[in-house]
């Protein structure tokens, strides 16, 4: 499982001024050796660390994702797709 956090950092400090904002979790959920399917989860981080997202607020699949040879960063832009961000209503 990948999980991606969104923090801010005001003014570049660390410590007790960060605050994370969101939270992307990837989940290898099958496929082949070559292709990998992952369930996509976007929401807020929960309040226990032990946890990864409150609720979700959106949820997608990438499928056929080339493991052996595409970046990681190439699957967090799939999974981005995946949870359909900027819809009609601005969000």
């Known amino acids: 499982m990948l999980v991606i956090k969104v923090e801010l950092w005001p003014h570049g400090r660390g410590g007790d ?3 994370q ?4 979790v990837i989940a290898n959920v099958g496929g082949t050796h070559e292709l990998g399917t992952y369930q996509v989860c ?10 990864t997202l409150r ?3 959106r949820e997608g699949e990438v499928r056929g994702h080339k493991r052996l ?9 799939k999974a981005l797709g995946a949870v359909e961000l900027g819809g009609s209503d601005g969000e």
């Open 17 to 19: 001024h960060v605050r």
């Open 21 to 24: 904002l969101g939270q992307l």
């Open 55 to 57: 609720q979700p607020t």
């Open 42 to 51: 976007i929401g807020y981080p929960h309040e226990d660390p032990h946890f």
């Open 69 to 77: 040879t595409a970046s990681v960063w190439t699957l967090v832009a």
